[in-house]
């Protein structure tokens, strides 16, 4: 198998089982990766949230509340008082996006890789934003600020709903992707030492970078559309 071959080989979306209904349902790599990053959160929430005590004496509880109180400031930060409804959303999707985008540190394929991953988070959000908008100023208002500062404007704001999702959905995945490429050509013709400190910038800083950039201009558009 030539270079090219193994290269398109792991760039490839395989499809890790079938689900034996209505003549087979392929499940992708990505679905399958997704699906047990949301089990280990799931069971990490549920372990952690155990024996939670008024005054915490444990260093996992301090660490929780230092963690889940400095992502509820954050995005309280940005939102406002009137957005504190949306902030354990915001902090639930920046933790999975966290996970999702570290994963390949554990042997894993990152399902931001995949853009039917990032285009789902994407249309999750929008939708968060457009409800934003009409629960801060009520469906009427939330419809004319479409012809603001002038009428002639509506096609342009119309196509910001748009846009808007596109340009979260293609930055978490261009970013996560590219360096997905990067690191597997590495490895293909540097397989040992190099990979490693390539490994902890795209896997870990770069993970967390596009997770919090994702999050943040998330936060900034529904309080745009509240304001």
């Known amino acids: 198998m030539s270079f090219a071959e193994r290269l398109v080989e792991e760039l490839q979306n395989k499809v890790s089982f079938t689900i034996p209904v209505f003549g087979g349902i392929p499940v992708p790599e990505s679905v ?37 109180g400095f992502l509820f400031d954050f995005f309280e930060g940005m939102l406002g008082e009137k957005g504190k409804r949306y902030v354990p959303w915001l902090s639930s ?7 999702a985008n570290i994963s390949g540190l554990f042997g894993m394929v990152p399902p ?49 709903i748009v846009i808007r999702p596109l340009t979260l959905c293609m930055r978490l995945f261009g ?13 293909l013709l540097i397989p040992v030492i190099i990979p490693i400190p390539l490994s902890v910038y795209f896997d870990i800083f770069d993970g967390l970078i596009q997770a919090y950039v994702f999050c943040l201009l998330t936060s900034l558009y529904i309080h745009e559309a509240m304001e």
């Not at 089990?39 to 963690?67: F, G």
């Open 112 to 160: 931001t890789k995949d853009l039917n991953v990032t285009a789902a988070l994407a249309v999750m959000s929008i939708v968060l934003i457009i409800y934003a908008g009409i629960k801060g100023k009520k469906f009427k208002g939330y419809a004319k600020s479409f012809l603001e500062p002038m009428p002639f404007m509506l096609p342009i704001n119309l196509l910001e």
């Open 93 to 99: 999707v920046m933790i999975f996006v966290v996970c």
């Open 32 to 68: 399958m990766n997704t699906w047990i990053i949301m089990a280990i959160l799931l069971v990490a929430s549920v372990c952690l949230t155990k024996n939670l005590k008024v005054q915490p004496t444990s260093k996992i509880q301090l660490t929780l509340e230092v963690v889940i």
């Open 175 to 187: 970013n996560m992707f590219g360096g997905f490429t990067v690191m597997e050509l590495v490895k």
